[in-house]
């Protein structure tokens, strides 16, 4: 009886050799497929900044007063704008996306005190052509 048990022992020993060999195998299988999933995807237009936002565009008569007369494109009007807003300490104290608005951006701003920064960028972009 004894050797009965002793080839069933090894039965079970061998049997559970292959199931750890398989989850190991499966382990890594899905360990290099989150890899993949975590690569970032590829831009369109293979990385290049879109043409549209590199277009120089005229600021208009009262924009000019804060970003200059020559034509920018809208990335350059936006860094001007923001160097002005914090040369001049517009940004609200309290609610950091707000800005309050001087004379001179007051007219940009459409005549409003304060807008947030995602509306200052809606109303300059009226002010490009």
């Known amino acids: 009886m004894a050797t009965k048990k002793k080839s069933s022992a090894k039965k079970k020993s061998s049997s559970s050799k292959g199931k750890t060999a398989k989850r ?14 975590a690569k970032p995807a590829k831009r369109k237009g293979g990385g290049r900044a879109n043409a549209a936002f590199m277009k120089p565009m005229q600021p208009s008569g009262s924009l000019s007063a804060v970003v200059g ?7 350059e009007v936006t860094k001007k704008l923001w ?14 996306r707000m800005i309050n608005a001087d004379d001179a951006l007051r007219p940009v701003f459409g005549g409003k005190r304060q807008v947030s920064m995602f509306e200052m960028t809606k109303l ?3 002010h490009l052509s």
């Open 24 to 37: 190991g195998t499966a382990k890594k299988k899905s360990a290099t497929k989150s890899r993949a999933k």
């Open 83 to 96: 160097a002005y807003i914090k040369r001049k300490g517009l940004q609200d104290s309290k609610n950091r």
């Open 124 to 126: 300059v972009n009226k």
């Open 69 to 75: 007369s020559n034509p920018l494109p809208r990335t």
